[in-house]
C-alpha cells in the first residue's frame, strides 16, 4: 500500500456526497486517528483497483464535498468511473462506502481491571462534586460521536497563557480544538459525601435513613444488594453507560461506624467490589474530611496487582487561591502516612485547577504558577469559573447535556483524555 500523500502535494477536487455517509465518514476517521481526505485517498484507490462493481449508493439529496487528493487521482478515478459507466458522484460514495467497509468502527478500549479514581480535597467548595460529574460525563460520552475536546497538546501552553481573559473567556485558541468520539466508558459516579451534593446536581434523590445504603454496607450491616440503589443517568448522550450511586444523609454517621469494622481502610473496596465487573471506570466523590472515610477511600484507589501506574489513584481538585495549597498539604500527607501504614502504593493522578478566573487578579495567577510550578503530581486540567456549570447545577441537569459546547465542556473532555 502505498503512503498518503502530503499536505504540500495535494490537489483540491470538489464533487457531491451524501450527507449521512459524509457523517459516518468523519467520525469513523476520527475514531482511527486519520484524516478525512486520507481516508477518501484510500478509499478511491481501493474503488480503482476492484474487478468488478461496488453495490450501488442511494445519492439522493448529495450536496458540495471537497477534498485533497494527490496529483493525478482524481483524473484516474474520473477514467475509472467513465470506463464502468458509473457517474463521478456514484463512484465517489462507492468509493467512501468501500472505505468504510474495510475500517469498521474500533471495539472500546475496555481496562482488564476498574478503574477507580478518587476525586478529593479536604476543603470544601473547591468544586470536587462537579469535576465528578464532569469527568464522569465526558467518559461516558458516544464514541460514534464527535464532541468538540480542547486537545492538551501542551496544558502548560494555556496555563501560561492565563487561559481565562478578564471577561470571563478564553483567549483564541490557547489549543487546538477537535472533534473527536467520546470515550464510551461504563461509569459508575459514587456520591461517597453526606451532604448529597452530588446525587442532587444530577436530578437523583438522596437515600432516606430507614432504608439501604452504601454507609450500612461499609459498616457491615446491609440491607439489601447495593446494586439495587444504583440509578441510571438517564441521557441520550450517555447511552445507559452513565451510573450513580446517591447517597445518604447518614455517611455523617461514617467514621464513627467504621471505628468498629475491623479492617476499616478495606471497608469501600469490600462494598464496591461486587459492583465492578459492570464498569470501567468507578469515580468516587469524596467529602472534604480527613477521617477514616478519606482513608478508606484513598486505600480504593491504591494500585492493585498487576495494575499499570496510573491507572487508579487520586484526582485532587484546587482553586487557585491559599486555603487550597493548606488543605493539599494536609491531604498529600494523609495519603503518604496511609502508603507508609499499610505498605500500599496510592497514585497521584494529577491536579485540577477548578472555578479559575484572572479577574481576581494575582492572587489567582500567582497561586495558579504555584500549582504548576509543583510538577508532581502534574496539572491536568484547568476549568474556568464560567455560567453554564452554576446553571446545569440549578435545573439539575448534567453539564455535558445541558452545555455541550461550553468551554468548561470541552475543558472537561480534556481532562477526561488527560486521566485516560
Known amino acids: 500500500m502505498s503512503s498518503p500523500a502530503t499536505a504540500s502535494d495535494r490537489e483540491k477536487v470538489v464533487s ?111 468544586g470536587k462534586t462537579a469535576i465528578t460529574a464532569g469527568l464522569g460525563e465526558a467518559l461516558a460520552e458516544d464514541s460514534n460521536t464527535l464532541h468538540p475536546v480542547r486537545v492538551a497538546k501542551a496544558l502548560t501552553k494555556a496555563l501560561r497563557a492565563s487561559e481565562i481573559q478578564a471577561d470571563g473567556a478564553e483567549p483564541d485558541n490557547p489549543l487546538d480544538i477537535e472533534n473527536l468520539p467520546g470515550p464510551g466508558q461504563n461509569v459508575l459516579l459514587v456520591d461517597f459525601d453526606p451532604q448529597c451534593h452530588l446525587t442532587n446536581q444530577l436530578g437523583a434523590t438522596s437515600l432516606p435513613m430507614n432504608g439501604d445504603s452504601l454507609t450500612n454496607h461499609m459498616a457491615g450491616d446491609p440491607k439489601g444488594d447495593l446494586r439495587d440503589l444504583i440509578v441510571s443517568i438517564d441521557d441520550e448522550n450517555f447511552g445507559g453507560r452513565l451510573h450513580l450511586l446517591p447517597a445518604c444523609n447518614d455517611a455523617f454517621l461514617l467514621d464513627v461506624r467504621l471505628s468498629a469494622v475491623r479492617a476499616r481502610e478495606a471497608a469501600l473496596e469490600r462494598a464496591l467490589a461486587p459492583l465492578e465487573a459492570d464498569y470501567d471506570v468507578i469515580i468516587v466523590d469524596c467529602p472534604p474530611s480527613l477521617g477514616l472515610s478519606m482513608d478508606a477511600a484513598a486505600y ?121
Not at 502508603?339 to 481576581?360: E, F, P
Not at 510538577?375 to 435545573?395: M, S
Open 16 to 126: 457531491r456526497l451524501p450527507g449521512w455517509i459524509r457523517k459516518n465518514l468523519r467520525v469513523r476517521a476520527a475514531q482511527h486517528g486519520i484524516e478525512m481526505q486520507t481516508a477518501v485517498e484510500q478509499g478511491i484507490r481501493d474503488w480503482c483497483s476492484l474487478a468488478s462493481t461496488h453495490a450501488t449508493i442511494d445519492t439522493s439529496g448529495a450536496d458540495s464535498f471537497s477534498t485533497s487528493l494527490p496529483p493525478g487521482q482524481w483524473e484516474e478515478f474520473c477514467e475509472v468511473a467513465a470506463g464502468r459507466r458509473t457517474s463521478r458522484i456514484q463512484g465517489l460514495a462507492q468509493s467512501v462506502q468501500l472505505w468504510l467497509d474495510n475500517n469498521p468502527t474500533p471495539d472500546v478500549e475496555r481496562p482488564e481491571i476498574t478503574r477507580r479514581i478518587i476525586v478529593c480535597n479536604q476543603k470544601g467548595g473547591v
Open 300 to 420: 480504593y484507589g491504591r494500585r492493585r496487582d498487576d495494575e499499570r501506574t496510573g491507572q487508579s489513584g487520586a484526582l485532587i481538585v484546587v482553586q487557585a487561591e491559599d486555603s487550597s495549597a493548606d488543605a493539599y498539604e494536609l491531604l498529600t500527607t494523609q495519603i503518604d502516612d496511609l502508603r507508609g501504614d499499610l505498605q500500599v502504593d496510592i497514585d497521584y493522578l494529577g491536579i485540577v485547577v477548578n472555578l479559575y478566573d484572572s479577574r481576581r487578579g494575582y492572587i489567582a495567577t500567582s497561586s495558579l504558577q504555584g500549582w504548576v510550578d509543583i510538577k508532581d503530581p502534574r496539572v491536568v486540567g484547568l476549568i474556568g469559573d464560567l455560567k453554564e456549570q452554576k446553571e446545569a447545577v440549578r435545573v439539575k441537569q448534567p453539564l455535558l447535556s445541558y452545555a455541550p459546547k461550553s468551554q468548561q465542556a470541552v475543558g472537561m473532555r480534556a481532562l477526561a483524555r488527560e486521566v485516560l
